[in-house]
């Protein structure tokens, strides 16, 4: 299934500069499918050349228009420059080559970083299901750290990586 989906970005012409102008782009970043398909086509480019070159299609949209875009504020305060922003980049690149590479084995979570998961005990709408893979118990997340190793796992078919559960703990102010 990998192999079938980067052939078939990598055979699709696409406008890259309507892309990242889509209505889905700007509003919805990485919860839409524009951002994945730069992802990926970003990711053809750094396979093709072994590293993340500064015109790279997926760093250039995430330097010029994602960091400095509503989606992702945490991001901001730690990518402060281009370079750290580079680096960002090539790490997601190095995770998705992991897991999807021909050296791949039942090992192939092995060195990549725990998935953060803020759990939430609260109702609300827009909580993620996330689930254990050894117990098949479930938490909602309402913030999870760690998208492109999930979406990584899931292009390479990859059924368990690593993880960190925190509860986030509701604080009542309570007034007499």
């Not at 839409?32 to 500064?54: D, H, R």
């Not at 790279?56 to 960091?67: P, Q, T």
């Amino acid at each position: 299934m990998p192999r079938d989906v980067l052939a078939a970005v990598a055979a699709t012409e696409i406008d890259v500069p309507a892309v990242i102008a889509s209505d889905d782009c700007v509003r919805f970043g990485y919860a839409g499918w524009s951002y994945w398909l730069l992802y990926v086509l970003g990711y053809l480019e750094y396979v093709k050349l072994g590293s993340v070159a500064t015109d790279n299609v997926y760093a250039r949209y995430f330097v010029d228009h994602y960091l400095p875009g509503p989606h992702d504020p945490g991001l901001q305060g730690q990518l402060l420059d281009e370079a750290s922003a580079l680096a960002r980049v090539g790490g997601r690149f190095a995770d998705l080559h992991r897991l999807l590479g021909p050296q791949r084995d039942d090992g192939a979570a092995a060195g990549i970083l725990p998935v953060r998961v803020l759990a939430s005990n609260r109702r609300q709408d827009d909580l993620h299901d996330v689930y254990d893979a050894s117990s098949g118990a479930s938490v909602k997340a309402r913030a999870i750290d760690g998208w492109h190793r999930l979406f990584a796992a899931r292009l390479g078919d990859v059924r368990a990586l690593p993880g960190i559960v925190r509860l986030d703990e509701c604080t009542w102010t309570l007034t007499s």
